[in-house]
């Protein structure tokens, strides 16, 4: 039952996950698509425009828990603008109080930040190249939710059948190893910057690996052969049989 519950847990969270690639995929498109601002939009808008910055003060937050990587950046006028990051390189650890940025405005957010020497860096609002770690999360999760949906819910209709709940043991097993898969195929991607295709390019043969792998365990234990071999039984001993052979028996 428990496995079965997780299952049905980590379906709706990969479900979830999912959801927000796609919607990830439809903002890029949107992004690349938008045109240049004819002039300076007075409200949030679906064009792009390029508004310079004078920096006020950059915060790398290293060392806290939960804080974000920050800037404040103010316009001409002297508004200021709070702008997060994702991480603090390569233009916000260089910023320093003075220096002059130019950032990039869409729907009414700065997406991006460039500095004097052409180096750009997104913001936490940033529309381009951010949904590979939900994709890598989605599959980690359908990958082991079908699993232990399936082995949770198969010893529910196969009670009391030992090879049935083995085959059962074999799926769930198999998913927490498929999870792992696409955990360490995320890892990979992530720690060599390599683009989003390269996750299901990885884990994609992994997990067919797995799934024969899966195939071929559940059908031995179904078959039987992964069943405990039961102990040989004991056979007297010769020596003794023939030593007492004609003894009467003791009173």
Avoid: Y
């Amino acid at each position: 039952m428990v496995w079965l519950l997780m299952g049905l847990v980590t379906l709706v969270v990969g479900v979830a996950m999912a959801l927000e690639v796609r919607g990830a995929l439809d903002r890029e498109r949107e992004f690349r698509a938008a045109p240049a601002c004819a002039s300076v939009p007075v409200k949030a808008s679906g064009c792009r425009w390029e508004q310079e910055f004078t920096v006020r003060k950059a915060d790398l937050n290293r060392g806290r828990r939960n804080g974000s990587p920050e800037a404040e950046l103010l316009l001409p006028s002297g508004k200021p603008w709070d702008v997060t990051f994702r991480q603090t390189d390569p233009v916000l650890s260089e910023l320093e109080p003075g220096d002059k940025v130019v950032g990039l405005i869409w729907h009414g957010q700065v997406v991006e930040v460039r500095d004097a020497d052409g180096r750009r860096q997104q913001t936490s609002h940033g529309p381009v190249g951010w949904p590979e770690d939900r994709l890598g999360g989605a599959l980690a999760c359908f990958a082991f939710g079908l699993p232990a949906l399936v082995g949770g819910a198969w010893p529910l209709f196969a009670r009391g059948d030992r090879r049935h709940a083995k085959a059962a043991v074999v799926v769930r097993w198999h998913g927490v190893c498929m999870a792992l898969a696409a955990l360490f195929t995320l890892w990979a991607q992530s720690a060599n910057g390599w683009p989003l295709w390269v996750i299901p390019a990885i884990w994609g043969p992994l997990a067919l690996l797995g799934l024969a792998s899966m195939t071929a365990f559940v059908i031995a234990a179904l078959r039987g052969d992964l069943d405990d071999e039961a102990p040989p039984a004991h056979e007297p001993d010769p020596t003794a049989t023939a030593s007492g052979q004609g003894r009467p028996p003791s009173p």
